[in-house]
């Protein structure tokens, strides 16, 4: 009942840029600062792959994509981004937002596709 939405995916010429969008309109304010909010990546034949992550008061992201990705969160919109520059083919796959809340909740976008050509 606390899906979260996902927008932004599409088709982008290697170096170019993407912003996905997770929306959590069903989520109480409090509820939604208080969680570490993901974006993870899915390639067929390879192993779900953390990406970027944000908490109260710190980010994280994976190496691969370090300098070229920001994650952000807005507490107002109840929304967290995933902003995707310098884009490779290597970035190609199925990004899903997660939400883990402090009672140990556990929420999962629906998917969204990134696919880079070359």
């Known amino acids: 009942q606390v899906q979260p939405v996902e927008s932004g995916g599409g088709l982008v010429q290697a170096g170019g840029s993407l912003r996905l969008s997770c929306k959590f309109p069903r989520m109480i304010l409090s509820t939604f600062s208080g969680a570490i909010m993901e974006w993870h990546r899915q390639t067929p034949g390879k192993q779900r792959e953390l990406v970027a992550r944000?908490?109260?008061?710190?980010?994280n992201y994976a190496d691969s994509v370090k300098g070229r990705f920001t994650i952000s969160k807005d507490n107002v919109k109840r929304t967290i981004n995933l902003q995707m520059n310098s884009l490779k083919p290597e970035d190609t796959g199925v990004y899903y937002c997660?939400?883990?809340?402090?009672?140990?909740?556990?929420?999962w976008g629906q998917g969204s596709q990134v696919t880079v050509s070359s």
């Open positions: 944000i908490t109260s008061d710190d980010t």
């Open positions: 997660h939400a883990l809340t402090v009672g140990a909740q556990h929420y």
